[in-house]
């Protein structure tokens, strides 16, 4: 569901979920016997994801809080992974251990390649789910970079190939999940979901649930062509096989279902309407990324011969 985020909190939030993805790979280091470095738990998406998966996805309204945090922390986690993928050379501690520390040997690049792939695209899925301020997205696309940049110039090797190998992955990623992205405004969810806790969304009941209906748009017209046909309909008589009845009650069905089906097609109408412009806001979205990546990109690369100069 989309909400309207406040820029310096997204900024804490992001930054602080950032550093934790950024360190976890690594507290393999502190049980290199069980575990090995690098190990197959640590650098993967796989703790990161248990995370998403109960306070994300499994929620019909997630916590904007919690949303930021876990995506600073796939960001981090998928820095982090780009530059492992670039060592010295693929051996000892270069390869992904199994539990007990045993290597996958050349699996290993094909392991972290994928894994930071994929965390950066959850981090771009959880902003584009969020949010569809323009000012988050260009200061996440910012963010990106100065902390690839931070990053990748502290490597002791590959510094170039590093930024850019994150860089370009993460502008993929984040054009994609925008393109994937499903997400909803406020005054698209249902009505009975709309004026309820997140925490009493699952505990409705039929009560709730009915007169939650009889609140839309659609309940409203199915009452009001069902009032308006039975109105009509009884000064009516309907004739046939079986004999004469007053048309009030046949007659207040086929209002209700009129009412019914004509907020429908007004409401199918909105949503095409809706659907090709944000398809243009999509494309137009794109073409800005991809120009101020590309500045950036040539930017810091420039940066970086000026620093071995």
């Avoid at 950024?22 to 703790?47: A, E």
């Avoid at 809080?65 to 981090?76: D, E, K």
Wanted: glycine content about 10%.
């Amino acid at each position: 569901m989309v909400q309207k985020i406040n820029f310096f909190l997204f900024i804490g939030l992001l930054f602080v979920g950032f550093l934790v993805g950024l360190n976890f790979p690594d507290i393999d280091q502190g049980y290199k016997i069980v575990l090995g470095h690098r190990s197959i738990i640590t650098h993967s998406i796989l703790l990161p994801y248990i995370l998403y998966y109960f306070f994300i996805k499994k929620r019909a309204l997630y916590n904007k809080y919690i949303t930021l945090i876990i995506a600073g922390i796939f960001l981090g986690i998928g820095l982090h992974l780009s530059a492992d993928l670039f060592p010295k050379g693929w051996q000892g501690y270069a390869l992904i251990k199994l539990p007990g520390n045993i290597s996958i040997g050349e699996l290993s690049p094909i392991w972290i390649g994928f894994n930071a792939l994929v965390s950066l695209y959850f981090a771009g899925s959880c902003l584009n789910n969020l949010t569809k301020q323009n000012t988050i997205w260009i200061t996440y696309i910012l963010f990106g970079a100065v902390a690839g940049f931070l990053y990748s110039i502290k490597e002791p090797y590959n510094n170039e190939t590093i930024f850019l190998a994150f860089y370009i992955t993460f502008i993929f990623t984040f054009i994609i999940s925008k393109l994937l992205s499903k997400s909803l405004t406020v005054n698209e969810l249902p009505l009975e979901i709309k004026k309820i806790p997140e925490k009493d969304v699952k505990k409705l009941s039929f009560k709730d649930r009915l007169f939650g209906k009889i609140k839309t748009a659609e309940g409203v017209a199915t009452i009001g062509g069902a009032t308006a046909g039975g109105w009509f309909g009884s000064s009516v008589g309907l004739a046939g096989f079986w004999g004469g009845i007053a048309g009030t009650f046949p007659i207040a069905i086929i209002g209700a279902t009129v009412g019914y089906l004509g907020i429908k097609v007004i409401k199918y109408k909105r949503q095409l309407n809706q659907i090709k412009e944000e398809k243009k806001s999509k494309k137009k979205l794109i073409v800005k990324t991809v120009f101020y990546a590309a500045i950036i990109i040539i930017s810091i690369v420039i940066i970086f011969y000026l620093i071995k100069q």
